[in-house]
């Protein structure tokens, strides 16, 4: 995989500026994302909210999904050609299964 383009991770959500728009930016403050929404739409801003949180998470999610791809990888080769590794490598993903759920919660909580 090639080096990463994006700034990198782990992200906040910031405070809500003066125009109720949400940002994303790193733990120093660089801003990522600003979520715009109309504050006279009461479902907007939640929508905006749950955005904010999707892009807050991101990074950890791209880390996860890759980790994930190359579990399944790894136990595809095991299960083929070294099975006697295959439940080392099947207890990895299950590790990194934990570390997803988290991610996958910090993303729609």
Not at 3 to 30: Q, S
Not at 72 to 81: P, V
Not at 94 to 106: F, L, M, S, V
Request: with cysteine.
């Amino acid at each position: 995989m090639s080096e990463p383009k994006h700034t990198p991770g782990p992200w906040r959500i910031g405070t809500p500026g003066p125009n109720g728009c949400y940002t994303v930016g790193t733990e120093r403050g660089l801003m990522t994302a600003m979520i715009a929404h109309s504050i006279n739409e009461p479902d907007q801003a939640e929508q905006a909210d749950a955005d904010a949180k999707l892009i807050a998470a991101a990074p950890e999610l791209l880390q996860m999904l890759s980790a994930l791809e190359c579990d399944i990888n790894t136990m595809a080769y095991c299960y083929d050609k070294k099975p006697e590794n295959f439940w080392r490598a099947m207890a990895v993903a299950k590790g990194n299964a934990i570390h997803a759920r988290a991610a996958i919660a910090k993303a729609t909580q």
